[in-house]
């Protein structure tokens, strides 16, 4: 059984945490994100998006970076951030082209194979400094070190150049800033 997890990264009602379903790891889980360019031109948020759930496809964790982004990603009421991903059919096409065409070595995965799941705690008042250390978390990976650095290096080149808009992109930006 494979099983696709794709999260809108504007849906007012569904956070990308939860959409994703982020909590657990298993390697018949892909997860992707829909963004959908009429409200969102290629930038570094966009980018960190897909870079995380890369991550998280080749086993990675993410150490929580996509819960503590997913709050101010939540698009407005008045928006179609919610009902927008179920008329893309890349979507479909990608949910099908995983279950059709990926296959896995269990010998070769040997204890990824396992189904991990992370407990989460009920949120409280958050804490806005763990955002950095989300991050800082994740780029210390060996196969981020490793294996996309120059990916790396291209998202701090469009940090550096993200000019957010809204509160909470800008809050965001904020807390990364320490990065």
């Keep these: 059984v494979k099983i696709v997890y794709v999260g809108s990264c504007d849906d007012q009602l569904v956070s990308l945490e939860s959409s994703t379903f982020s909590n657990i790891s298993h390697p018949n889980i892909y997860r992707a994100v829909f963004i959908n360019a009429r409200t969102h031109a290629k930038s570094f948020l966009t980018h960190l998006l897909g870079f995380i759930l890369k991550l998280r496809n080749n086993g990675v964790p993410d150490h929580g ?34 279950a059709l065409e990926t296959s896995y070595s269990a010998k070769a995965l040997g204890n990824l194979w396992e189904l ?20 800082r978390g994740v780029l210390e990976e060996e196969m981020v070190r490793q294996k996309l650095a120059d990916e790396c290096r291209e998202l701090l080149k469009e940090f ?8 909470s992109l800008k809050d965001i930006r904020l807390r990364l800033e320490p990065v």
Excluded: C, F, N
């Excluded at 698009?75 to 096409?93: K, P, R």
């Excluded at 991990?116 to 991050?135: F, H, N």
């Design 116 to 135: 991990k799941v992370i407990k989460r705690q009920p949120e409280g008042d958050k804490d806005p400094y763990y955002l950095p250390w989300a991050m």
């Design 65 to 98: 970076l996509i819960r503590e982004l997913s709050p101010g990603l939540a698009g407005s009421y008045t928006g179609d951030g919610h009902s927008q991903i179920y008329y893309e059919a890349a979507v479909y096409d990608l949910a099908v082209r995983h």
């Design 160 to 167: 550096e150049e993200w000019k957010p808009v809204s509160k």
